[in-house]
């Protein structure tokens, strides 16, 4: 069992910048693959980020290349997300998620763990 708790949401202006966490219990956490993944009011779920077990590989959605950055920390078994130039369109619930075969994959269906959220709201 894997639980993923994310936080660092809240409410922030247009053009600024939120880092979120994602702390994971278990004692495996450096061998999971970690994505990130949000959804807006009324759209689907999609892909953020994601992040392999060494931090080796990193993959991100075109919509936040460059404004956003995944990271993680295995002594603290923790995952990242930090978030830049926000814009109106970023506001979304966002979630992290845990994969076993350790490698950053984009498709949500192929992760086998996932958080509660975090409310991430960006006005103009």
């Known amino acids: 069992q894997v639980r993923l708790i994310e936080s660092g949401g809240g409410l922030v202006q247009a053009g600024g910048s939120l880092r979120l966490s994602c702390a994971a219990s278990?004692?495996?956490?450096?061998?999971?693959?970690m994505g990130w993944f949000r959804q807006a009011p009324g759209k689907e779920r999609e892909f953020v980020a994601a992040?392999?077990?060494?931090?080796?590989?990193?993959n991100y959605a075109d919509s936040v290349k460059g404004r956003f950055t995944i990271s993680r920390d295995n002594a603290k078994n923790t995952v990242y997300l930090q978030m830049t130039s926000l814009k109106p369109e970023d506001t979304a619930v966002y979630s992290c998620?845990?994969?076993?075969?350790?490698?950053?994959?984009?498709?949500?269906?192929?992760?086998?763990?996932w958080g509660q959220g975090t409310q991430v709201t960006v006005s103009s």
């Open positions: 992040i392999s077990w060494s931090g080796g590989t990193t």
């Open positions: 998620a845990a994969d076993f075969a350790g490698i950053a994959r984009v498709t949500e269906r192929e992760y086998e763990y």
């Open positions: 278990g004692r495996t956490f450096s061998s999971y693959g």
